[in-house]
């Protein structure tokens, strides 16, 4: 890859990231609208938190009032950090029995009341004819498009699985976005968009390929390692140029968990990468030249994209491992600036030019102010994590970034 094309491609990524996560938008709100063939009184009885279809959704477990002005309690089928249903305590107001009804959020038992300190939605039901429009309405603060693209998708998503409700009276689960069948072929739409930056031909289709199963085989390995931790359920999705997204079923429990789930990315290639190394080694001693180029190309890609994660940045899975096992902002700024000195010195050593590493070193600390603070605030404090977990993270990230760090030399003297 040119230095323009690496040049555009990091640039790029960086806007995009700032686009999604950091952009402050003040106050947005988001309407969905659509008429649903159904009575007014059914609809209202499925959207009311106190309605006698309210659980259509299988979302409300309950609801109770509080007191005589509109507080409510709602449980939610959504498990918290202790896998147990969230509960929320709302507020009600302008409520039309059968028409419309508002709600804002005063604190629930998963996020810190401040994420809910500008959110407000409206539920309006407008007869049409023999049908209904439902208006689904929600305000709130944001920063970056990609909360606020979600929760528009979201919305419009509830109104389709209601729609689909009222015709056949159950509710489908799931949808076409995280449906396997089209994150493959997200997968196959980020290989072909990154197939230019490595050259239009077969072998630039092929670093595309082994570039995109890398980073599936990351995310595999946060996956398995929210399965370990006790999440029930836990789902990749795939976005195309910016990569994958793992996520799991319940809010993080403890900060051991965090930085396991962090280090498994990596730590799931670390078993593989010696493996590649090996069979490319057996392919060419064998004479299966393309085989072993293959395979040498797939260990050093492998090893330099789950390096790159291991950079102290605040959203990458080194910057996160290092907050939760570093004691204090000292050892903490110690640790980060140990590590990044350490990334540089082995691209320094891969045989990477020193301008380019300036320009890595710089990309990072911009990509690290533009995302810090930018985590959601939980209800209480993660538990703490002991002494022996705090080593044996601090030992695992050490492993993971030797065994990356081989075979990226490794990689850089047997391909270049």
Not at 175 to 197: D, N, R, Y
Not at 207 to 235: D, K, P, Q
Not at 372 to 398: N, Q, T
Request: hydrophobic share 50%; net charge positive; charged share 15%.
């Amino acid at each position: 890859m040119s230095v323009i094309a690496t040049v555009t491609l990091v640039a790029g990524n960086l806007g995009l990231i700032f686009f999604l996560m950091t952009v402050p938008l003040g106050l947005r709100t988001v309407t969905v609208s659509r008429v649903i063939e159904a009575g007014r009184n059914r609809l209202w009885q499925a959207l009311w938190p106190f309605g006698s279809d309210a659980g259509w959704s299988g979302e409300i477990l309950s609801a109770e009032p509080m007191d005589g002005e509109g507080t409510t309690s709602i449980k939610l089928s959504w498990e918290g950090r202790d896998g147990r249903p969230i509960e929320r305590k709302a507020r009600l107001d302008d409520v039309v029995e059968g028409s419309r009804f508002s709600m804002r959020v005063v604190e629930d038992t998963a996020l810190d009341p401040s994420f809910w300190a500008d959110y407000r939605e409206t539920t309006a039901l407008a007869p049409e004819g023999d049908a209904t429009r439902v208006t689904l309405t929600q305000t709130d603060r944001y920063r970056g498009v990609a909360f606020l693209i979600f929760r528009y998708f979201a919305m419009r998503r509830e109104l389709a699985k209601l729609q689909v409700w009222a015709r056949t009276g159950t509710y489908r689960r799931g949808g076409w976005f995280e449906h396997p069948v089209s994150q493959i072929g997200f997968a196959v739409l980020s290989a072909f968009i990154l197939w230019p930056f490595f050259g239009l031909n077969l072998g630039g289709l092929a670093l595309a390929a082994i570039l995109t199963s890398v980073v599936a085989l990351h995310e595999l390995g946060h996956m398995a390692a929210f399965r370990l931790t006790g999440h029930r359920r836990a789902r990749m999705i795939f976005i195309p140029l910016l990569g994958g997204i793992a996520m799991g079923g319940r809010p993080y429990d403890s900060r051991f968990e965090v930085a396991f789930v962090a280090l498994m990315g990596a730590g799931f290639s670390a078993f593989l990468v010696p493996l590649l190394i090996a069979a490319s080694g057996l392919a060419g001693s064998e004479g299966h030249r393309l085989a072993a180029v293959l395979l040498a190309t797939l260990a050093g890609c492998a090893s330099l994209f789950n390096i790159a994660n291991l950079v102290p940045v605040w959203k990458f899975d080194g910057g996160q491992v290092l907050r939760q096992i570093c004691p204090g902002p000292i050892a903490l700024a110690l640790a980060s600036f140990l590590l990044l000195f350490a990334l540089l010195a082995l691209g320094w050593r891969a045989g990477f030019s020193p301008s380019f590493l300036l320009v890595a070193g710089t990309v990072f600390s911009v990509l690290s102010l533009l995302t810090v603070g930018s985590g959601v605030k939980p209800r209480h404090e993660l538990k703490p994590i002991r002494a022996f977990d705090r080593l044996a993270m601090a030992g695992a990230l050490l492993a993971v970034f030797a065994i990356h760090g081989y075979g990226v030399l490794w990689a850089s003297a047997r391909l270049m």
